[in-house]
């Protein structure tokens, strides 16, 4: 393994922010690119909305579950080596999925990546936190990494986009395989060995506890749209859940070498700034998921010109993601955290005004809006996160920061996705039976058949308004295919609205929750780890590096009582 001394470290540190930036983008490239490919999927695999989901969210499940024990592992065994690994994982995951022949074998080879994004993201921002000491400065780093990793958000789907004009939809896949190999190499020569000195245990109870229940919870909320919320196995499924969650915080507070030490969470630095980032990611992921199918079901767009007009919103992430940390120097947490989830929200209400007619300048404003929330909210949420945790448990801080974005997302996909459901269902078919009902009243009454005879695929699917429509005599602008497109988008759109005004309420909850509770200067005393020293009371993490007052007081660990 390629070591490198202190000095060699410090003076490459932004050299591998860099290259911790790039293992990152990867990840959140990889969603936004997959949504544009949505209408090849539900065409080319014949996939249902519920594979289209699981398609999605496959990979959140596994790598939210997998996460906080990873996170753990690589405070333990090395954090390089936890990154080398999950970039091997994904891009393994990635040349499986680009040759997928069915939506079940491409589900399965999305949840393999999740087991490489769990070792990545984590071991990512806890080797920054580890490389970079000074509090000023990691809080700057921290908002470049933040930015990064929105901007490949952002231009996942032009890239995608852009492949998908000239390729099959495997190449959206292939695509971040070099990045990977890049970032793989790189990471080798700059990135330092960096492990928690104390090696604590492993906790496999901890660790079993924490799977089991965030996958059984992220199962419920993405299958209720399907099963509905009130069916025997979704109650099941989150009754499960939370016993199982019950019991993990249960047996974490009475081990004494316990996976996610529960007494982080006394400090509001870290307990409020992890809510708000769950809150931020249910608004940011669900309205994500709607966005691109309003570009492309309701506008008309074409995968490529969907990704390109998305891309004005990577402005605001990349201009605030890094700078919000200066902001964050003068104004505190609270209220840069606390405003970027206000602005959030009113970029969500104004989304709703949408209607069928409308053009893509009332899409792209309220799109601005909401990227600048997300721009100031991101660094500043995570630098809260990491400054109140010591830095030799920065693995686990960090798996418990993306844990609440993967768990967020992941419950802002589920619930907007079945309010969208719960809207356009109903509706669609209303609109449809209008329409039938109307064609037969002038004389077309066997193309109303053959349309009234699609409307169960039609309510499940909205691309599968498109393809019958096109079937019909005359396509899509024909007498009967207009009728039947109009119908869906106008279905979509009501259902549009009510799914976006549920993301905006739950911003303005999370900025309910920062303003009440997250200091606005990290200031709080830190909660060390069990048996640890505790930390600088300004927030600056204790590390391996740094020496102890041997004079400070302790927090007894439960091995001392």
Known sequence: MHELDEEAVHRRRWIALAVLSLSLVITGMDNTILNVAIPHLSNDLHASNSQLQWIVDGYVIVFAGLILTMGSLGDRFGRKGALSLGLVVFSAGQLGAAWSSSASMLIACRMFMGIGGALIM?????????????????????????????????????????????????????????????????????LPRSKDPSAPRVDPVGAALSISSLMVLLWALIQAPTNGWLSPSILGAFAAGLVLGALFVSWELHSDHPMLDMRFFRNPRFSAANAGMTLVFFAMMGSSFLITQQLQFVMGYSALKAGVAMTPIAVPLLILGPVSARITERAGTKIVVGTGLVLAAIGLGWMSRLTVGSDYWNLLLPMLVLASGMGLTMAPATESIMGAIPREKAGVGSAMNDTTRQVGGALGVAVIGSVLASVYRPHVIENLHATVLGKAALGHGALAHQANAAIGAIRDQLGAAFVIADKLPGGAHGPLGAPVVTAARTAFVDG?????????????????????????????????????????????????DVPVDPDAPRLVGAEER
């Open 122 to 190: 984590p071991a990512t921002l806890s080797l920054l936190t580890n490389i970079f000491h000074d509090p000023t400065e990691r809080a700057r780093a921290i908002g470049v990494w933040a930015g990064v990793a929105a901007s490949g958000i952002v231009f996942g789907p032009i890239i995608g986009g852009i492949l998908l004009a000239h390729f099959w939809w495997g190449s959206v896949f292939l695509i971040t395989i070099p990045v990977a190999a890049v970032a793989l190499i790189s990471g080798h020569y700059v």
């Open 496 to 544: 549009f609205a009510g799914a976006v005004l549920v993301g905006a309420a739950v911003a303005l909850v999370g900025a309910l929750v920062v303003f009440a509770f997250l200091p606005a200067r990290g200031d709080e005393p830190m909660i060390a780890a069990v048996g640890a020293e505790i930390g600088d009371p300004v927030g600056d993490p204790v590390g391996d």
